[in-house]
């Protein structure tokens, strides 16, 4: 699954990665966004536009908007039969931008956070899903993430990794590609090689802690790839 990211960058980082994005006056920087926070995605209704909108997929045909964080991400296995995501992953697919995403290893009797980001520098750009709810005229935007088998690389760390969409091919085919069968076929496990991991601080554990030292790497402990 993917749990906790971050977000940490700049307009021009954005726009040389992902070309003439409206990103707005000011990007809002986060080191642990988590369930239920706002992050930012493009959807395919805006592909020229971010937009910072709820983690936590609320059902267009939900009772009460609530979001208690339970569809955070979404498995690619059987998305386009389960109520909540069959219509968005066939209409609303989004882009959700991260520099990073955490993952927790176990170790003996503890789960040790682990920072995971594109060896290369460049954003992570996750494949996702958006959908609207409404109470009369008032809108709520909502994302899951969608995950898939691990390539070998995450393996060594969890049985699931986000869908990484790291070409510019593959972004504007997520946000584009009307067949239904052609989308499901995109969410592939990243190739091998191109990710890079490292241990951090277990305050990351924490909502409340959200700086720069959660990027820091834990001090004499080895980056895995």
């Not at 020229?48 to 045909?61: K, V």
């Not at 991400?73 to 609303?92: H, T, V």
């Not at 697919?93 to 176990?106: I, N």
């Not at 995109?186 to 959200?210: A, F, H, I, R, T």
Request: hydrophobic share 40%.
């Amino acid at each position: 699954m993917c749990g906790r990211f971050s977000f940490s960058t700049t307009k021009e980082k954005v726009h040389e990665q992902l070309g003439d994005i409206d990103t707005g006056v000011n990007l809002r920087e986060s080191f642990n966004i988590a369930p239920t926070q706002h992050a930012y995605v493009i959807t395919n209704e805006a592909p020229a536009r971010l937009q910072y909108i709820t983690w936590g997929l609320i059902p267009h045909w939900s009772n009460d908007g609530a979001n208690a964080g339970k569809l955070i991400n979404a498995r690619s296995e059987g998305i386009a039969a389960k109520p909540s995501f069959r219509l968005p992953i066939r209409k609303r697919r989004c882009l959700v931008l991260a520099d990073s995403f955490y993952e927790w290893r176990t170790e003996a009797d503890r789960r040790v956070p682990m920072r995971i980001f594109m060896k290369n520098g460049d954003l992570l750009v996750m494949g996702g899903i958006w959908d609207v709810w409404y109470h009369g005229d008032y809108a709520v935007k909502s994302f899951s993430i969608i995950t898939t088998e691990p390539n070998t690389d995450m393996a060594l760390v969890h049985n699931r990794m986000p869908l990484i969409l790291h070409t510019a091919e593959q972004q504007e085919q997520w946000l584009a590609e009307p067949d239904l069968d052609t989308v499901l076929a995109m969410m592939q496990p990243l190739p091998d090689g191109l990710l890079g991991m490292y241990q951090v601080s277990e305050l990351v554990n924490s909502v409340k802690s959200n700086g720069p030292e959660l990027h820091r790497p834990t001090p004499g402990t080895p980056t895995l790839f």
